[in-house]
């Protein structure tokens, strides 16, 4: 017999005029499909995939009934899962710094395997690596499969969130210049640039003029840091044209690190602009907070009883029988201990354990993330929004500080660590409970990525 859920998605709640709830149905199925022309097992929502997107507004309730018809637990994580967006448009009375666009599209840009998702967990259960990723999909689709249709002279919003499972990417559009307008729900200084990195699980919302004769231009998608890199195409159609996309794919960074780590440097928040609220999003001088604490975390991957594992300050994250919140609320006893796992690098071997870090509620801290290895990283922390104050190469010191933003950074949820190089956060902790940092590099996280 199929197991019912019923799944309350709530996103901040508005006070309006109409109905504040929202309401939908998900039917989840297995089905086969076919994003890269190979078949497949995927999960369909409601007999689609890729799955509907979900408009919103600031503050409104989203009320989403789940109906899980398959023969294990079903993840509610949307862009992952059913490749479809939940936009949430800004509160009827608060501005925003750009005029109303066109259209606002979705784009879902992200790594795939051809590979069913069991044959991939088995092979980690195994204590192996995963491979290269087979190919890029944008929305759920694959090479020449995604078109945005546009009218000369207009200007759209694309909101281009990268939802794979562990290469960065980098989006272009033949012709046209991508004006940056906001990251993750904040906006930004408006800069125009011919290519973006969007590393895993970070978002960001670009204008894009018709200011181009018209025909069809290419969209391209590639992987950074990789050998080989792949590369996926889709189509910016101009209205009433019957031109086809003509010459040379335009080109973008493959391998270079510094042309990254400058772009995401020039990215910053716009201070007079609005936030969620009325007021300013420079009316929070977090630069002049002093930190309580300095929290630094190194991530590392080895070997654990011949078995591949990931961990950060060596400790590798096995999950409990007894969910945390669970153990937490209910204040059971031997599922976890807080503090094991130390707020800074060991230096010692990867071993097993549920981490748990304690923190006091309404701290103001700084989190340094060091990344030693070869590869770009992204975490994710849920239930807060922080400041990427600073990013460079090398080993992080407390003389790292002088370079630090203390005015403009942006607020985000997730952070990329280059090679060999480390990031810095500043976070409060107004939001009391028990939340997870984690690797957004999916096979990482299942193997001990996670705090």
């Not at 689709?141 to 969130?161: E, H, L, M, V």
């Not at 904040?186 to 800069?191: K, M």
């Not at 080989?228 to 889709?234: A, E, H, I, R, W």
């Not at 420079?282 to 929290?295: D, E, F, K, L, V």
């Amino acid at each position: 017999m199929p197991l019912r859920l019923a799944v309350l998605l709530v996103l901040l709640a508005l006070a309006a005029a109409e109905d504040p709830y929202r309401f939908f149905t998900w039917n989840v199925t297995y089905g086969t499909i076919y994003p890269l022309g190979v078949p497949q097992q995927g999960i369909l929502i409601n007999g689609q995939f890729p799955g509907p997107d979900i408009y919103s507004v600031t503050n409104d309730n989203i009320i989403v009934n789940v109906f899980n018809s398959l023969d294990e637990p079903f993840l509610i994580h949307w862009l992952l899962v059913v490749f479809g967006g939940i936009k949430i448009l800004s509160r009827p009375l608060i501005p925003v710094p750009f005029p109303p666009p066109a259209d606002d599209f979705t784009v879902l840009i992200g790594d795939w395997y051809t590979t069913n998702h069991t044959d991939l967990r088995a092979i980690l259960d195994k204590g192996n690596k995963l491979r290269l990723p087979d190919g890029i999909l944008i929305n759920g689709r694959g090479p020449n499969a995604t078109s945005f249709t546009i009218q000369q002279g207009k200007t759209y919003r694309f909101r281009i969130c990268n939802v794979g499972l562990q290469n960065s990417l980098n989006f272009r559009i033949q012709g046209h210049k991508m004006k940056v307008v906001e990251v993750e729900g904040t906006h930004t200084l408006q800069i125009s640039y011919s290519s973006l990195d969007v590393h895993v699980g970070q978002c960001m919302s670009v204008l894009v003029t018709a200011d181009q004769q018209p025909q069809d231009y290419y969209i391209v998608v590639s992987s950074r840091f990789t050998t080989p890199v792949l590369t996926t195409t889709g189509f910016l159609r101009y209205a009433n044209s019957n031109r086809p996309a003509s010459g040379p794919l335009p080109g973008g960074p493959t391998t270079e690190i510094d042309w990254s780590l400058n772009q995401a440097r020039s990215i910053r928040t716009n201070l007079t602009a609005s936030g969620p609220r009325p007021n300013p999003q420079g009316s929070y001088h977090y630069g002049m907070i002093n930190t309580t604490r300095t929290i630094r975390l190194s991530s590392s991957a080895g070997q654990v009883d011949n078995k591949q594992r990931y961990a950060i300050n060596s400790v590798s994250f096995v999950p409990a029988d007894t969910p945390l919140k669970v153990a937490d609320y209910f204040q059971i006893s031997g599922v976890f201990r807080v503090g094991s796992i130390s707020d800074a690098p060991t230096g010692g071997g990867i071993y097993l354990d549920t981490s748990v870090m304690g923190a006091d509620y309404r701290a103001f801290i700084e989190i340094v993330f060091q990344n030693d290895e070869d590869i770009v990283q992204s975490y994710h922390l849920s239930g807060y929004s922080f400041f990427v104050v600073g990013m460079d190469g090398g080993q992080w010191s407390s003389a790292s500080r002088n370079q630090y933003n203390l005015r403009d950074a942006v607020s985000r949820c997730t952070v990329q660590v280059y090679p060999k190089s480390w990031s810095a956060i500043y976070v409060a902790l107004d939001n009391v409970g028990m939340w997870n940092l984690r690797s957004e590099f999916w096979a990482r996280q299942y193997l001990g990525n996670f705090i």
